[in-house]
Nanobody
Framework: QVQLHESGGGLVQAGGSLRLSCAAS????????MGWFRQAPGKEREFVAF????????YYADSVKGRFTTSIDNAKNTVYLQMNSLKPEDTAVYYC??????????????????WGQGTQVTVSS
């Protein structure tokens, strides 16, 4: 059973930066895509980005494009989300997620079966 663990959240002022990490363990996840989602209070979980295990393919939500970058360290089984130029509307719990099978990517929560516990990101104005 794969386990995902996010870290790196915190409180930052608008315009600042944070880097989130998502470490995968339990079994090999080679050939999988990894997704990032977020959920703000009172709102539905929304897609942020995904990355292929090779790192060659990425995709971002329009709301974060140009500000967020996802990357991967295969040796560490870890995916990162670098968040720059943060805005108060980026405040949310951020999750990493894994789909049920290799070579599958998606932008819906239903496309993913495995989730981390989430890490809180708070951006003050």
């Amino acid at each position: 059973q794969v386990q995902l663990h996010e870290s790196g959240g915190g409180l930052v002022q608008a315009g600042g930066s944070l880097r989130l990490s998502c470490a995968a363990s339990g079994r090999t996840i080679s050939m999988y895509f990894m997704g990032w989602f977020r959920q703000a209070p009172g709102k539905e979980r929304e897609f942020v980005a995904f990355i292929s295990w090779s790192g060659s393919r990425t995709y971002y939500a329009d709301s974060v494009k140009g500000r967020f970058t996802t990357s991967i360290d295969n040796a560490k089984n870890t995916v990162y989300l670098q968040m720059n130029s943060l805005k108060p509307e980026d405040t949310a719990v951020y999750y990493c997620a894994l789909p049920p099978a290799p070579l599958r990517a998606g932008v819906r929560s239903d496309d993913y079966d495995y989730w981390g516990q989430g890490t809180q990101v708070t951006v003050s104005s």
